[in-house]
T-cell receptor, first 120, second 115 residues
Framework: AQKVTQAQTEISVVEKEDVTLDCVYE???????LFWYKQPPSGELVFLIRRNSFDEQNEISGRYSWNFQKSTSSFNFTITASQVVDSAVYFC?????????????????FGKGTKLSVKP | EAGVVQSPRYKIIEKKQPVAFWCNPISGHNTLYWYLQNLGQGPELLIR????????DSQLPKDRFSAERLKGVDSTLKIQPAELGDSAVYLCASSDRGSPYNEQFFGPGTRLTVL
């Protein structure tokens, strides 16, 4: 069965600190997708990144970076120089690969989320 | 491009009353999802539609929940009768199965409170 674990329920940091959100996943599939979503107080889930199981390259996008390690089944998310606007709940999610050649994502399995509070 | 639209944003009802939520997906998106998000939890899939066909409703409590997607565009999720434990946020998402990534786009959700 597929499962996503986000062990950190809440994290509080002061602005400009770096913070890493942990995500550990379980799946028997050889091809799958991993995601991070941000849920601000407004409630709408905002897509941040999708990673294919065959692509273990780390990715950096501005202040955001992601570390994917298949050996430890982890897909961690780091925010560098955090800002107050980063305060939100962050969800890690997993989906199987479906469709022709496994190129599409299936249903999303979410972790319980990590609430990040960035204080000025 | 307009995003996923959901209404109402908030709903307060007494237990045993019926309630309905509406979702209008992004234009052209053939896949529509309804998720349930309990407080402090991640979203959990209730039902997935491909056009007007429900292709995965294994997690939908069919004794009190029902959903429809007539004409394969907008969708309605209904609870009858509502119970106290149904208090949660109901999220709708849509995706375009023909796109390279089939990424899901989420609406703002409907927050249901059952008294």
């Amino acid at each position: 069965a597929q499962k996503v674990t986000q062990a950190q329920t809440e994290i509080s940091v002061v602005e400009k600190e770096d913070v890493t959100l942990d995500c550990v996943y379980e799946t028997r599939d050889t091809t799958y997708y991993l995601f991070w979503y941000k849920q601000p107080p407004s409630g709408e889930l905002v897509f941040l990144i999708r990673r294919n199981s065959f692509d273990e390259q780390n990715e950096i996008s501005g202040r955001y970076s992601w570390n994917f390690q298949k050996s430890t089944s982890s897909f961690n998310f780091t925010i560098t120089a955090s800002q107050v606007v980063d305060s939100a709940v962050y969800f890690c999610a997993l989906s199987e690969a479906v469709g022709n050649y496994g190129g599409s994502q299936g249903n999303l399995i979410f972790g319980k989320g990590t609430k990040l509070s960035v204080k000025p | 491009e307009a995003g996923v639209v959901q209404s109402p944003r908030y709903k307060i009802i007494e237990k045993k009353q019926p309630v309905a939520f509406w979702c209008n997906p992004i234009s052209g998106h053939n896949t529509l999802y309804w998720y349930l998000q309990n407080l402090g939890q991640g979203p959990e899939l209730l039902i997935r539609y491909e056009n007007e066909e429900a292709v995965d409703d294994s997690q939908l409590p069919k004794d009190r929940f029902s959903a429809e997607r007539l004409k394969g565009v907008d969708s309605t999720l209904k609870i009858q009768p509502a119970e106290l434990g149904d208090s949660a946020v109901y999220l709708c998402a849509s995706s375009d199965r023909g796109s390279p990534y089939n990424e899901q786009f989420f609406g703002p959700g409907t927050r249901l409170t059952v008294l």
